[in-house]
């Protein structure tokens, strides 16, 4: 704990947190989401967000959880205003994928299975406005 500083907190929610509330929100102040063609917006979440399923609790990433899980908070807290212009919103965790950033870390899935998941999840016509999902298809506990 004593190592999060507030400008890693800060870069750390810009990124995670603000940067995808502010994305979708000039979408709609353009008229580019919504509206008479149905939209969707899905939003790179992640299972160490979770309180109710609280995973891994020994990996102390503070501000990686608390951006997720802030990001999570104002999608949920946008699905109805968003849902009554005809913009489903939701939320995937993409796994702990082999990237860069997880380098030295033995990420478990490739990029293909993440991606080949999430988009299972998002085309099979399950229910997912205002959801959070693995890319396994598993609905995830807030």
């Not at 104002?74 to 950033?101: C, F, Q, W």
Request: proline fraction near 4%.
């Amino acid at each position: 704990m004593a190592d999060v500083s507030p400008k890693i907190l800060n870069d750390t929610f810009a990124v995670n947190t603000l940067g995808p509330f502010l994305v979708t929100q000039q979408l709609l102040k353009h008229g580019l989401l919504g509206g008479y063609s149905p939209s969707l917006c899905v939003y790179t979440s992640s299972i160490m967000a979770s309180m109710g399923g609280f995973a891994f609790p020994n990996a102390k990433v503070y501000a990686y959880r608390a951006s997720k899980a802030a990001l999570n908070m104002l999608v949920r807290t946008s699905v109805e205003e968003l849902t009554a212009k005809n913009i489903t919103s939701v939320l995937l965790h993409p796994g702990y994928v082999a990237t860069d950033m997880t380098a030295g870390q033995s990420g478990t899935i490739s990029t293909v299975e993440s991606i080949t998941g999430q988009l299972k999840v998002i085309e099979d016509g399950r229910p997912v406005n205002g959801k959070f999902y693995s890319y396994t298809g598993d609905e995830l506990a807030w």
